[in-house]
């Protein structure tokens, strides 16, 4: 079932960073804004906690919203949340107002399905490899898709999924691959998710080997290094 996102705002006239820090500080309340849509740009503020419960999700990004301020809904896209580094709370938020007819671009998860079931997993005993976790999409507000998903359960060692091969809805472009085509939309074409071999202990010990190997440059000098000792010893 879709998961259904509704938050509460009050406008915000204490503006400023001296103001944005004392929100924070207090833990309760966190400042943003709201902008877009033909209207004039709105300080906020938003519950901490009911922020960091709707964040938890992945599709939080790529859902339309609904943001109640001070009575009034807006139909939004939350665009930014910058976050403590140490914490990870919400610091400040940005939303911003969609237009029905107006198109939108918007960063969407990838939900990777069946993995345990992938035949180049299970059976050929390979890995998976995720080159990508979202991709950006372009569309109108009622075309958006939550999440595109992939099914692994197919793929085999050497396989890969590239971004022309993601099936989208009705409506939704990849931004970009829009407008590109021949050579240029093969380049960027990317890989975004792939089935390989497996890396053997082998292969590893012998790759670490490898590594730990001396360049013939630093041999000799520890050789004649190792001559000339045994020429003095011999001397003595």
Do not use: W
């Not at 969407?108 to 995720?130: M, S």
């Not at 793929?155 to 091969?165: V, W």
Request: charged fraction near 30%.
């Amino acid at each position: 079932m879709s998961q259904k996102f509704e938050l509460s705002a009050e406008p915000r006239t204490d503006v400023g960073k001296g103001a944005s820090r004392r929100l924070r500080r207090a833990g309760e309340r966190v400042p943003g804004i709201l902008y877009g849509g033909g209207e004039a740009s709105v300080p906020i503020t938003v519950n901490a906690h009911a922020l960091a419960r709707a964040t938890s999700h992945d599709t939080f990004f790529s859902q339309i919203l609904s943001l109640n301020v001070a009575g009034k809904p807006s139909q939004v896209i939350a665009r930014d949340v910058q976050s403590n580094p140490t914490t990870g709370r919400a610091m400040h938020i940005d939303f911003q107002r969609i237009v029905e007819d107006q198109e939108i671009t918007v960063e969407i998860p990838i939900h990777y399905l069946n993995e345990a079931e992938c035949f180049g997993v299970k059976t050929e005993h390979g890995v998976i490899t995720h080159h990508m976790i979202e991709v950006e999409v372009t569309c109108l507000p009622r075309y958006l898709p939550e999440y595109i998903e992939i099914d692994m359960a197919p793929l085999k060692i050497g396989d890969a999924i590239h971004l022309t091969d993601l099936k989208l809805p009705e409506g939704v472009v990849i931004e970009a691959l829009e407008g590109l085509e021949g050579e240029d939309r093969e380049e960027q074409d990317v890989v975004v998710v792939s089935v390989h071999e497996s890396t053997t202990e082998a292969e590893m010990e012998a790759m670490e080997t490898a590594e730990e190997a001396v360049s013939p440059e630093v041999a000799t000098v520890k050789d004649e290094e190792a001559k000339k000792e045994e020429g003095a010893a011999e001397e003595d």
